[in-house]
C-alpha cells in the first residue's frame, strides 16, 4: 500500500511538472 502511494506521488509530481511547462510554453 505504501509503495502505491508513493508510486501515486510520483505521477502526480510528473503531471504537475509538465502542467508548469505547458504553462511556460504558453507564456
Given at each position: 500500500?505504501?509503495?502505491e502511494i508513493r508510486?501515486?506521488?510520483k505521477i502526480k509530481l510528473?503531471?504537475?511538472k509538465t502542467a508548469k511547462r505547458?504553462?511556460?510554453n504558453k507564456a
Open positions: 500500500a505504501i509503495g508510486e501515486a506521488g510528473i503531471e504537475l505547458r504553462v511556460a
